[in-house]
């Protein structure tokens, strides 16, 4: 059974920080592109950050760059995304996802979502 389960997510303060994580089970882990994804209300889900499978050269939204970093944690079948300098327009829930692609087919996983939500 494939699970991405996301955590972390909660209520913040403008300027503030947040630290999501998911965790994997069920599949390698280590062969997949993690990223994450957000969605907010009336608004299509967007991509926000991208780690290959070994990490090395990742890629932000620009919305996000210079403020959020993905990190991954192989041993711990984990991704995190760091949020610093949160803004009101970070709110949204947010998604953890994995691919693979494969010789006949891509693998393409989603976790459940965790809320983000950044007000006074």
């Known amino acids: 059974q494939v699970q991405l389960v996301e955590s972390g997510g909660g209520l913040v303060q403008p300027g503030g920080s947040l630290r999501l994580s998911c965790v994997a089970s069920?599949?390698?882990?280590?062969?997949?592109?993690m990223s994450w994804y957000r969605q907010a209300p009336g608004k299509e889900r967007e991509l926000v950050a991208v780690?290959?499978?070994?990490?090395?050269?990742?890629n932000y939204a620009d919305s996000v760059k210079g403020r959020f970093t993905i990190s991954r944690d192989n041993a711990k079948n984990t991704v995190y995304l760091q949020m610093n300098s949160l803004r009101p327009e970070d709110t949204a829930v947010y998604y953890c996802?994995?691919?693979?692609?494969?010789?006949?087919?891509?693998?393409?996983?989603w976790g459940q979502g965790t809320q983000v939500t950044v007000s006074s």
């Open positions: 996802n994995a691919v693979r692609r494969a010789f006949l087919r891509d693998y393409d996983y």
């Open positions: 069920g599949f390698t882990f280590s062969s997949y592109v």
């Open positions: 780690i290959p499978s070994t990490g090395g050269s990742t």
